[in-house]
């Protein structure tokens, strides 16, 4: 049962997170590269916009989530969203990688390095919950099981959704701080540029 568990854990948790994160700093270092062999480095200094654009479009599953608008699937704008922010921050990773000129800048890529990597563990951890929840209990119970079994199940799908609220609870600051240092950056350059 422990062995079974621990595979699943692996094929179909780790291994795709892995995976992602992999392919995440993979695409970067390929994107970096062919836009330095082909001389469109001003290509990358423009990636930050549809990159930002990108993150921004995909938090649209966080408004139908607090019910700030009615009308989408939420499963979809989640696969949305999880795909939003990953191509958005390929963008802005290749457009950071081409010029080191400012500190808020870099501040601002590691705190969405790190929003990244925690979306993708929430998300490991939401693919949990949910196995856990919808099977296990009803599953359980059918098959007969003495009631510290499936005492013992029920313990585990609470503390999944405990983790679930607890990873809330280091995502969105993180997100909040990603999006201050971002903003600083972004009005940074507007006033460069002589906008404000
Ligand atoms: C720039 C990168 C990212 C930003 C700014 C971001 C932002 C957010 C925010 C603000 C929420 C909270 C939504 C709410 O409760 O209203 C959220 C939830 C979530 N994000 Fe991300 N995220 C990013 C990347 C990712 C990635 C790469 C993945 C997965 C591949 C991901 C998966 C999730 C999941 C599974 C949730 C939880 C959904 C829920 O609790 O209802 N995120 N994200």
Do not use: C
Not at 32 to 46: E, I, K, Q, S, T
Not at 59 to 68: A, D, M, P, W
Not at 137 to 149: A, T, V, W, Y
Not at 178 to 185: E, Q
Request: aromatic residues 10%; positive net charge.
């Amino acid at each position: 049962m422990t062995t079974v568990s621990n595979n699943s854990l692996w094929r179909n948790h780790v291994v795709p997170f892995t995976f992602l994160l992999g392919l995440l700093a993979a695409a970067t270092l390929a994107g970096d590269y062919v836009l330095h062999r082909l001389n469109l480095v001003w290509v990358g200094r423009y990636l930050g916009i549809p990159g930002t654009l990108l993150i921004i479009g995909s938090l649209v599953y966080s408004l139908r989530k607090r019910k700030y608008i009615t009308s989408g699937n939420p499963k979809t704008l989640l696969t949305l969203h999880e795909i939003g922010t990953w191509l958005g921050s390929l963008m802005v990773l290749i457009h950071a990688g081409i010029h080191f000129n400012a500190i808020l800048p870099w501040l601002a890529t590691v705190a969405m390095g790190i929003n990244v990597i925690s979306g993708m563990v929430g998300k490991l951890l939401l693919a949990r919950s949910r196995t856990h929840v919808q099977g296990q209990r009803d599953h359980f119970q059918l098959r007969g099981l003495s009631k510290p079994e499936v005492e013992q199940a029920v313990f585990w799908d609470a503390v999944t959704l405990d983790a679930m609220t607890k990873w809330r609870k280091v995502h969105i600051p993180i997100f909040i701080v990603f999006a201050v240092l971002a903003l600083g950056h972004i009005i940074s350059i507007f006033l460069f540029w002589g906008w404000i």
